[in-house]
């Protein structure tokens, strides 16, 4: 069974550019998270959908970040404009319809300079 | 929120030593608490999860504890080989509300030869 794909693996930016990150789920789940992982820190949730729809996106910061997940299968976050504070890996999980077990991709390691 | 609390940040043990990490939980309606291995470069792996209805869980040389009164469980590894080495983190959730997962700050654990 393939896992989570994310792509790209690397960017590197500056501040005020945009950045777009992909990522399809394995297949099958329903449940899609993005999470923000800051150096030295555990993964923070971002958003969470269930198929195409948004379940809870409290800790998105909206002025600048935003996703979508259109056919409720692949998902896309983007930055615009990109802040050095957002110098993070940015994780991609899935679970099946909402079960407890999440499985995580490999990440997109971004570096705002 | 949740809010969840992990020691140590890092651990060195000696190759076949036991390692422990222990981590404590706020919210008491968290009932589902799994551990997360991530290797440099790599998303968190799930390893082991242990639900608030059982107090004891083993996988081979992976074991979880939870104590549900004092809001805390922990990580036991035995037998600790070089493939060990990683950064682990726990995490804990309340199931059927969105299963969102906080997690702790991490443990580096190295294993020595």
């Known amino acids: 069974e393939a896992g989570v794909a994310q792509s790209p693996r690397y960017k590197i930016i500056e501040k005020r550019q945009s950045v777009a990150f992909w990522c399809n789920p394995i297949s099958g789940h329903a449940t899609l998270y993005w999470y923000q992982q800051i150096l030295g820190q555990g993964p923070k949730l971002l958003i969470q959908f269930q198929n195409n729809g948004v379940v809870d996106d409290s800790q998105l910061p909206k002025d600048r970040f935003s996703a979508e997940r259109l056919k409720g299968v692949d998902s896309t976050l983007k930055i615009q404009p990109a802040k050095l504070e957002d110098s993070a890996v940015y994780l991609c999980a899935s679970s099946l319809n909402g079960e407890v077990e999440q499985y995580f991709g490999p990440g997109t390691r971004l570096t705002v300079t | 929120g949740e809010n969840v609390e992990q020691h140590p940040s890092t651990l060195s043990v000696q190759e076949g030593d036991s390692a422990v990490i222990k981590c404590t939980y706020s919210d008491s309606a968290s009932n589902y608490f799994p551990w997360y291995k991530q290797e440099l470069g790599k998303g968190p792996q799930l390893i082991i999860d242990?639900?608030?209805?059982?107090g004891e869980k083993k996988d081979q040389r992976i074991a979880v504890t939870l104590n549900k009164t004092a809001k805390h469980f922990s990580l036991h590894i035995t037998e600790t080989q070089p493939e060990d080495s990683a950064v682990y983190f726990c995490?804990?959730?309340?199931?059927?509300?969105?299963?969102?997962?906080?997690f702790g700050t991490g443990t580096q654990l190295k294993v020595e030869l």
């Open positions: 995490a804990a959730s309340i199931t059927g509300g969105g299963n969102k997962l906080t």
């Open positions: 242990i639900r608030s209805n059982v």
